[in-house]
């Protein structure tokens, strides 16, 4: 059996751009998309904290150091500069990937500066 797992995400990220007439998809700065490890022209899922809104989209490389959350396309009609946002990928595994598998989660700051990494979601305390 395959199970759908987080394999990466970038937690608290903030919009710089939101381009309507770009061609598509969501411009990150190439070094989060590599700290994260997700891919250019992956399918990410993007959570605006801001405003509720959930939608899927693509990854494409953004400006190097740049620390470019681009939100391009009819996407751009979803988020707004300044917009929170968590933006996730997922990966698909099975059998013995399940056992030793943790994602990548990249927590950045206002500007969008890596703050800290982790592999694993504190248990939520009641």
Request: aromatic share 8%; net charge negative; glycine share 8%.
């Amino acid at each position: 059996m395959r199970i759908t797992m987080l394999q990466a995400k970038l937690h608290r990220a903030h919009v710089t751009h939101a381009e309507k007439e770009y061609e598509g998809s969501c411009a990150i700065d190439s070094e989060l998309l590599a700290a994260a490890g997700i891919r250019e022209y992956q399918q990410i899922s993007i959570y605006n904290v801001t405003n509720g809104e959930r939608f899927q989209t693509y990854a494409i490389s953004g400006e190097k150091g740049s620390r470019i959350i681009s939100v391009n396309g009819a996407a751009a009609h979803k988020a707004d500069p300044g917009d929170c946002l968590i933006i996730c990928a997922y990966a698909e595994l099975e059998g013995a990937e399940l056992a030793a598998f943790k994602p990548t989660l990249v927590y950045l700051d206002e500007s969008n500066d890596i703050k800290r990494m982790s592999g694993f979601i504190p248990t939520q305390a009641a």
